[in-house]
Nanobody, 124 residues
């Protein structure tokens, strides 16, 4: 079993920055897992934001390239998402996800472990 717990959400003004964290635990977890961030805006489907396999071959959605950075600290079993130059359209619930497969996919059906989500609200 693997558990994911997100933190760091909140309200921020457009143009600002925020860092999300995801703490990973459980006897089945390995640093070989691929980790990712997804988000879901009100009334919309959940979509991939960024993924990072253990090799560090990151993958980003076009909408966040150049503004968001995904990273992982395997010693601390923690995943991060640094978000800069935030826009109102970044407002969503952000989810941490994991899979034992080697991949950097941003498709939701690739990931089988999910956190509870953390709200990010960007105001003008």
């Amino acid at each position: 079993q693997v558990q994911l717990v997100e933190s760091g959400g909140g309200s921020v003004q457009a143009g600002g920055s925020q860092r999300l964290s995801c703490e990973i635990s459980g006897p089945s977890y390995s640093s070989r897992f691929t980790l990712a961030w997804f988000r879901q805006a009100p009334g919309k489907e959940r979509v991939g934001v960024a993924a990072i396999p253990t090799t560090g071959d990151t993958n980003y959605a076009d909408s966040v390239k150049g503004r968001f950075t995904i990273s992982r600290d395997n010693a601390r079993n923690t995943l991060y998402l640094q978000m800069n130059n935030l826009k109102p359209e970044d407002t969503a619930i952000y989810y941490c996800a994991a899979t034992s497969a080697w991949t950097n996919s941003l498709r939701t059906n690739v990931y089988n472990v999910w956190g509870q989500g953390t709200q990010v609200t960007v105001s003008t």
